[in-house]
């Protein structure tokens, strides 16, 4: 059963504190993207990834947001340093070019920053 | 700028009800239109999707009703049951580009 892994499921840290969040996409698929939903703002893209390259990462502040790609099966989402707004939940997809468009999501990292 | 507007923000409907969720769009270069639900605490999960070519798309309960010249398309829940309470988003995409235009998500509450 396929599916994308995303860990920690759960993560409270406080305010200044570095945040790593990693997903395992699902294997063969080549692109991968990340979000972040809140109440407010509902799903937005953060930034997406086609065969490891970044394509886009317009949906991210720059200044404290870094996401990467160290290899096929795991894409990682960092924030340095975290603030309380950016609690939120991050979802992490991955779907295959070329493919119908699906993307499958994993079950996402709560971010509470206090 | 909201590629794709969604509404309602939140429906109920009594159980067997038919809730429909709207959802609207403005770039014609869109050819793949999918319904992501999502229960809490899980990630949006696929439910139905269709293509310009047709109208509309049925899949069990749920049809998808596509109205290419006015560039609106919505989801229909026939029979609705308390476990379809969820929210639903509607998205947009062009083939090749992989990227979804998500709608900001309609809450959707089922009375038994």
């Known amino acids: 059963d396929a599916r994308v892994t995303q860990t920690p499921r759960h993560k409270v840290t406080e305010m200044g504190q570095e945040v790593t969040m990693r997903c395992q996409p699902i294997?063969?698929?080549?692109?991968v993207f990340w979000y972040r939903q809140t109440m407010m703002q509902g799903l937005e893209l953060l930034a997406y990834?086609?065969?490891?390259?970044?394509?886009?990462d317009s949906g991210m502040p720059k200044d404290r947001f870094s996401a990467e790609m160290p290899d096929a099966t795991l894409a990682t989402l960092k924030i340095q340093p975290s603030e309380p707004r950016d609690s939120a939940v991050y979802f992490c997809a991955s779907g295959l070019q070329g493919g119908k468009g699906t993307q499958y999501f994993g079950p996402g990292t709560r971010l509470t920053v206090l | 700028q909201q590629q794709v507007k969604q509404s309602p923000q939140s429906l109920i409907v009594q159980k067997g009800g038919i809730p429909i969720i709207n959802c609207a769009y403005e770039n014609t270069a869109f050819d793949y239109f999918p319904w992501y639900q999502q229960f809490p605490g899980k990630g949006p999960a696929l439910l139905i999707a269709?293509?310009?070519?047709?109208s509309e798309k049925k899949e069990g309960r749920f049809t998808i009703s596509f109205n290419k010249s006015a560039k609106q398309f919505s989801l229909h829940i026939m029979d609705s049951q308390p476990g379809d309470s969820a929210t639903y988003f509607c998205?947009?995409?062009?083939?090749?580009?992989?990227?979804?235009?998500f709608g900001t998500g309609t809450r959707l509450t089922v009375i038994p």
């Open positions: 294997l063969g698929h080549n692109t």
């Open positions: 269709i293509r310009p070519d047709v």
């Open positions: 998205a947009a995409s062009k083939t090749g580009a992989n990227n979804l235009f």
């Open positions: 990834f086609r065969n490891r390259a970044p394509l886009d």
